[in-house]
Each structure stands twice: as C-alpha cells, then as structure tokens.
C-alpha cells in the first residue's frame, strides 16, 4: 500500500518544500501526461536542480515566473538530468548556458541525445517505416510514425560540449547531503536515480512512479531488444537494494511510500500484460499491430501509438526470451504464434 506525504501535486512554477534543503516545482509538457517534477536541491550558496523539462514556449515561461519569482537572484549550480527523453532534457542546454552551470548525466544520456540531435536521414527514417510495417503496422500510420521521432529536434535545446558523467555506484556531494549513483534500465537506457541512505530519500526518475507504469519500448535500431526484460531486473534489484520505507520522489506525479509494493505492483501489471498477448496468440498468429488492441483497446493517436506499439512489442520479445511464444517471418509481415 503506498502513503502519500503530498495529497495534491503544485501549480506549475509553485514550490513546495519536500524537506529543508528540497524544493519540488512542476513544467507543463504538451502531451496527455502534462507535468514533470523538478527538483531542486540546496547547493553551498545555490541550487542543483533535477531534470529541465521539454523545450516549449510555455515550458520557458514557467521557468522565467520562477527566476523572477520564488528562486530569484538563486544560482543554479549544476543541472542533473535523469535521461534522455525530451520532457527530461529538453531545456538542459538553454540551463546550464544560462547559468554557467556543468551537465551531470550518463553517459548514455549524454551520448544518445547528441546522436539523435544529428537529425535523421532519409535512410533512416526509411528503416523507421519498413520496421513498423514489418510488424502489420498500415503504411498510412507507418508513414505518419516513421517521421514522428524528426520532432525531438525541435523539443531539445544543444547540450554542452562537455558533461561530467554519472556512474552506478558512484557517490555525489551536494550541499551537506551525500548521494548514491543508481541506473535502471527498461524505459531509458542508463536511467540515472539517486539515493539519499542518511534521510532515506530515492530520486527515482520515471523508474518507478505511482499509479502509472513508464513506457517500455522497443528501439528501432534493436528490434530484438529486450527492455521489459531490463526492467523487471531493475526493479528487482531496486527492492534488494533499498528499503522499503524510503520517500519516493520520481519523474511524474506525486512523491510516495512504498517502494517495494509498488515495484511488485509494476511487474504483476507486465506479467497480466504478458498473459494477454499468450493468450492472443494462443487462438492466431498475431502480428504486434494485431496486438495493441489486446493492450491498449482505447483510440490511439500517432504519438500514441508509436508508444504503444514499441510496448507493445517488447512484451513479445520478453515472451519469446522466455521460449513461451516464437516468431514466423513471412514476405508480408512479422507473426507470433505459441512456441513448440
């Protein structure tokens, strides 16, 4: 059962103290799940500050309120980003150039934002398409998805030049708190945590977040991947490595107790999703676009979709890891079908 020290979540820009020294602030992103958490942590005579959000003109404009409001004349220090997804990284560049500030990430983070922000060839972009239609996918929507991913240049600001890494394990001082280094792997690669021992206080990212599972996909470039496989390790691991009654403060939504129940609950709800699509293929070959109404039955847009087909692909690929079903190639498209 989680407990929620928090009832409500802030308005975007309003702080609110999680501890002395802890200020959380919500940015609005422009998507269905419209807020990510900011954190910022009391640093000597500044703030290092967790994650940036995405690169919008409302996403700015939240964060000039707050310069010229409840952090005025504050200094950021340093600028930590999770990982590599927009509504994380975004405004890291426009941060650290306006405050002189270091980068502190992964180098995962760091690496796949920059080969990313190279912008996609036709090559590319085409391999995007025949990999989604490969799957079932209409060449209509394959078309629209294919080109889907060209709009993460527009939702980033450059990065610097140079970034200082962040390792598991390693150990990070700021201000007269110490912190543990921990990556999770599954929605991000390298996903960066970090745990407070002393005041039991876990900076989990989008690892895990209450009430909603982070997205678990399958990369093109790796279409025999296996995410959903990382992810339940590192949920594992999580729970052997952490206590339970540590405070929670991820990604999305509000702060939480209950780590370990709600680890639990994240890799039941992958199990019983798991069992749907055993059971779909069990009655006929199915091919992933077959399957995403098995796991999403609601209307899907195109950014949508793009999500929940790669999710919904990497439970096929956990499942064939798991010799429970097996994979049937024909010239038309790519099926699933029980194993043996």
């Not at 404009?61 to 220090?77: D, H, L, S, Y």
């Not at 999770?184 to 989008?206: N, R």
């Not at 540590?246 to 798991?274: D, N």
């Amino acid at each position: 059962m989680l407990t929620f020290p928090f009832e409500t979540m802030p308005d975007f820009g309003e702080m609110i103290e999680i501890a002395d020294g802890i200020l959380w602030t919500c940015i609005p992103l422009p998507y269905r799940l419209d807020h990510v958490n900011i954190y910022f942590l009391r640093d000597g005579d500044g703030w290092a500050v967790i994650d940036t959000a995405i690169r919008t003109e409302e996403a700015i404009g939240i964060w000039e309120a707050i310069f010229a409001g409840p952090m005025r004349g504050a200094r950021i220090t340093r600028v930590i980003v999770t990982h590599a997804h927009p509504d994380h990284i975004g405004l890291a560049g426009w941060m650290c150039a306006r405050f002189d500030a270091p980068l502190l990430t992964s180098f995962s983070t760091y690496m796949g934002c920059q080969v990313i922000s190279q912008g996609r060839s036709e090559t590319a972009t085409r391999h995007s398409f025949d990999f989604y239609r490969s799957h079932g996918m209409s060449e209509e929507l394959a078309s629209l998805v294919a080109i889907r991913g060209n709009e993460y240049l527009n939702r980033v600001t450059p990065l610097p030049l140079e970034f200082l890494r962040l390792v598991m394990a390693d150990v990070i001082e700021i201000g007269t708190r110490s912190f543990r280094v921990m990556t999770g792997e599954g929605h991000a690669q390298e996903q960066v945590m970090l745990y407070c021992e002393e005041e039991k206080l876990l900076f989990s990212a989008d690892q895990v977040i209450e009430r909603i599972s982070p997205n678990i996909s399958v990369f093109e470039g790796d279409p025999h991947g296996d995410p959903l496989g990382h992810f339940l390790r590192s949920l594992r691991l999580m729970r052997s490595e952490l206590p339970d009654d540590v405070l929670v403060l991820s990604g999305h939504r509000r702060p939480f107790y209950g780590l370990h129940a709600r680890c639990a609950e994240l890799e039941v709800h992958h199990e019983e999703r798991c069992d749907l699509i055993r059971d779909a293929c069990a009655t006929a070959p199915r091919s992933v676009a077959d399957l995403v109404p098995v796991l999403f039955p609601r209307t899907l847009d195109p950014h949508q979709m793009s999500f929940a087909f790669t999710e919904t692909l990497a439970h096929v690929n956990r499942l064939v890891r798991r010799a429970e079903i097996e994979t049937r190639e024909s010239e038309e498209r790519i099926v699933h079908v029980p194993a043996g």
